[in-house]
């Protein structure tokens, strides 16, 4: 196996990137962080984003019940 060059840290995003990715304002990426409607990480004084959990965090349903009835937690 070879190893790797990328760091761990490098696929974490800033506030600005991920909204340039998501094509929204930074004002709406620090609000999804701050209501947790996006998985994120605080570092002192700034935020840090995994753009894969926050891809599978915006395309989960909003609705528990727009699942289909096999797929619902009650």
């Known amino acids: 196996m070879e190893p790797t060059t ?8 800033t506030s ?7 094509q929204c304002s930074v004002d ?3 609000r999804m962080a701050r209501n947790r409607e996006i998985p994120s990480v605080r570092v002192g004084r700034s935020w840090r984003f ?3 959990a926050v891809k ?5 349903p909003a609705d528990s ?3 289909p009835s096999r797929q619902r937690r009650l």
């Open 6 to 13: 990328e760091s761990p840290i490098a696929k974490y995003l």
């Open 16 to 22: 600005t990137e991920l909204a340039r990715v998501l």
């Open 65 to 67: 019940w727009a699942l």
């Open 50 to 52: 995994d753009l894969d």
């Open 28 to 30: 709406k990426v620090y």
């Open 56 to 60: 599978d965090e915006l395309s989960k």
